[in-house]
Nanobody
Framework: QVQLAESGGGSVQAGGSLRLSCVAS????????ISWFRQAPGKEREGVAA????????FYVDSVKGRFTISQDNAKNTVYLQMNSLKPEDTAMYYC???????????????????????WGQGTQVTVSS
Protein backbone atom coordinates (compact mmCIF):
# COMPACT_ATOMS: atom_id res chain seq x y z
CA GLN A 1 0.00 0.00 0.00
CA VAL A 2 1.26 3.47 -0.92
CA GLN A 3 0.34 6.62 0.95
CA LEU A 4 0.68 10.03 -0.67
CA ALA A 5 0.49 13.33 1.19
CA GLU A 6 0.36 16.68 -0.60
CA SER A 7 1.16 20.09 0.84
CA GLY A 8 2.02 23.56 -0.34
CA GLY A 9 -1.25 24.77 -1.77
CA GLY A 10 -2.56 28.26 -1.08
CA SER A 11 -3.83 31.48 -2.58
CA VAL A 12 -1.71 33.68 -4.81
CA GLN A 13 -2.22 36.45 -7.32
CA ALA A 14 -1.79 35.88 -11.02
CA GLY A 15 1.86 35.79 -11.96
CA GLY A 16 2.85 34.37 -8.59
CA SER A 17 4.45 31.05 -7.68
CA LEU A 18 3.76 28.07 -5.46
CA ARG A 19 5.60 24.85 -4.82
CA LEU A 20 3.60 21.74 -4.09
CA SER A 21 5.13 18.76 -2.31
CA CYS A 22 4.10 15.10 -2.39
CA VAL A 23 5.60 12.76 0.19
CA ALA A 24 5.29 9.06 -0.64
CA SER A 25 5.44 6.28 1.92
CA UNK A 26 5.08 2.52 1.63
CA UNK A 27 6.24 2.62 -1.99
CA UNK A 28 6.11 -0.51 -4.17
CA UNK A 29 6.51 -1.37 -7.84
CA UNK A 30 3.13 0.17 -8.58
CA UNK A 31 4.44 3.62 -7.63
CA UNK A 32 7.30 3.93 -10.10
CA UNK A 33 5.71 7.04 -11.59
CA ILE A 34 4.50 9.99 -9.51
CA SER A 35 2.15 12.40 -11.19
CA TRP A 36 0.20 15.54 -10.42
CA PHE A 37 -3.43 15.94 -11.45
CA ARG A 38 -5.81 18.80 -10.91
CA GLN A 39 -9.54 19.25 -10.89
CA ALA A 40 -11.37 22.55 -11.02
CA PRO A 41 -15.04 22.87 -9.96
CA GLY A 42 -17.31 21.62 -12.72
CA LYS A 43 -14.42 20.32 -14.81
CA GLU A 44 -12.91 16.93 -15.42
CA ARG A 45 -9.72 15.94 -13.68
CA GLU A 46 -6.65 16.45 -15.85
CA GLY A 47 -3.08 15.25 -15.72
CA VAL A 48 -0.56 18.02 -15.23
CA ALA A 49 2.91 16.52 -14.83
CA ALA A 50 4.62 13.21 -14.11
CA UNK A 51 8.08 11.85 -13.35
CA UNK A 52 9.64 8.43 -12.94
CA UNK A 53 10.94 7.87 -9.41
CA UNK A 54 14.73 7.97 -9.58
CA UNK A 55 14.63 8.92 -13.24
CA UNK A 56 14.87 12.07 -15.28
CA UNK A 57 12.02 11.70 -17.77
CA UNK A 58 9.28 14.22 -17.20
CA PHE A 59 5.82 14.59 -18.70
CA TYR A 60 3.69 17.74 -18.93
CA VAL A 61 0.33 18.77 -20.24
CA ASP A 62 0.77 21.48 -22.89
CA SER A 63 -0.97 24.18 -20.85
CA VAL A 64 1.74 24.17 -18.16
CA LYS A 65 4.88 23.66 -20.24
CA GLY A 66 7.43 26.36 -19.51
CA ARG A 67 5.63 27.38 -16.31
CA PHE A 68 5.55 24.24 -14.14
CA THR A 69 8.47 22.00 -13.25
CA ILE A 70 8.24 18.57 -11.65
CA SER A 71 11.24 17.35 -9.68
CA GLN A 72 12.11 14.94 -6.91
CA ASP A 73 14.27 14.44 -3.84
CA ASN A 74 14.67 10.69 -3.55
CA ALA A 75 16.29 10.94 -0.11
CA LYS A 76 13.10 12.53 1.16
CA ASN A 77 10.70 10.40 -0.95
CA THR A 78 9.27 13.69 -2.14
CA VAL A 79 8.14 14.92 -5.53
CA TYR A 80 7.70 18.65 -6.09
CA LEU A 81 5.65 20.69 -8.50
CA GLN A 82 7.09 24.18 -8.89
CA MET A 83 4.42 26.40 -10.39
CA ASN A 84 5.45 29.77 -11.78
CA SER A 85 3.57 32.44 -13.72
CA LEU A 86 0.33 31.15 -12.28
CA LYS A 87 -2.91 32.04 -14.01
CA PRO A 88 -6.49 32.11 -12.70
CA GLU A 89 -7.22 29.06 -14.86
CA ASP A 90 -4.69 27.11 -12.79
CA THR A 91 -7.09 27.31 -9.85
CA ALA A 92 -7.99 23.76 -8.84
CA MET A 93 -7.52 21.02 -6.30
CA TYR A 94 -4.17 19.43 -7.03
CA TYR A 95 -3.66 15.74 -6.38
CA CYS A 96 -0.53 13.64 -6.20
CA UNK A 97 -0.90 10.16 -7.71
CA UNK A 98 1.18 7.04 -8.33
CA UNK A 99 1.23 4.26 -10.88
CA UNK A 100 3.76 1.70 -12.11
CA UNK A 101 4.38 3.65 -15.32
CA UNK A 102 4.01 7.20 -16.57
CA UNK A 103 1.62 8.17 -19.36
CA UNK A 104 2.73 7.25 -22.90
CA UNK A 105 3.82 9.73 -25.51
CA UNK A 106 2.89 9.93 -29.18
CA UNK A 107 4.57 12.33 -31.53
CA UNK A 108 5.91 14.33 -28.61
CA UNK A 109 2.51 14.68 -26.99
CA UNK A 110 1.79 13.12 -23.62
CA UNK A 111 -1.31 10.95 -23.77
CA UNK A 112 -3.09 11.64 -20.49
CA UNK A 113 -6.45 10.26 -21.67
CA UNK A 114 -7.08 6.89 -20.11
CA UNK A 115 -4.13 7.22 -17.74
CA UNK A 116 -5.40 6.03 -14.37
CA UNK A 117 -3.08 6.01 -11.33
CA UNK A 118 -3.36 3.32 -8.68
CA UNK A 119 -2.91 5.57 -5.66
CA TRP A 120 -4.08 9.07 -4.83
CA GLY A 121 -3.43 11.68 -2.19
CA GLN A 122 -6.08 13.81 -0.52
CA GLY A 123 -5.32 16.93 -2.52
CA THR A 124 -4.22 20.48 -1.85
CA GLN A 125 -6.10 23.56 -3.02
CA VAL A 126 -4.50 26.13 -5.30
CA THR A 127 -6.34 29.40 -5.86
CA VAL A 128 -5.04 32.04 -8.26
CA SER A 129 -6.74 35.43 -8.26
CA SER A 130 -6.61 37.94 -11.09
Amino acid sequence: QVQLAESGGGSVQAGGSLRLSCVASGSDSRSNCISWFRQAPGKEREGVAAIYVGGSSTFYVDSVKGRFTISQDNAKNTVYLQMNSLKPEDTAMYYCAARWRCPPRSGGEVLWAGYSPSYWGQGTQVTVSS
